[in-house]
């Protein structure tokens, strides 16, 4: 599946594997790694990993169950106090 494809090789970062079965705050400390230790991402390392973060809720989309997209929008939230930025 293509999305597979690109979450497992992307160019922006190296994920660690199951990423996005973990809950909201260990979904954002991981993806913080991730971006912080690539050397191959384009922006900043907040911008990589909320952009790996949608890029992920987009792709599943419908198939995602109401409860696992608002984890996952929990985890946009942690992200933001774990880079220390604010909505």
């Given at each position: 599946m293509?999305?597979?494809e690109v979450?497992?090789?992307?160019?922006?970062?190296?994920l660690e594997s199951h990423?996005?079965?973990r809950k909201p705050a260990e979904i954002a400390q991981s993806l913080k790694r991730?971006?912080?230790?690539?050397h191959r991402r384009k922006t900043t390392p907040f911008q990589s990993a909320m952009s790996?973060?949608?890029?992920?809720?987009?792709?599943a989309g419908k198939n995602l169950t109401a409860k696992?997209?608002?984890?996952?929008?929990?985890a946009k939230d942690e992200l933001r106090k774990a880079f220390?930025?604010?909505k």
């Open positions: 293509w999305s597979a979450t497992e090789h992307s160019d922006a970062l190296d990423v996005f079965a991730s971006a912080e230790r690539s790996m973060l949608n890029f992920y809720i987009n792709r696992r997209r608002q984890s996952l929008d929990r220390g930025k604010t």
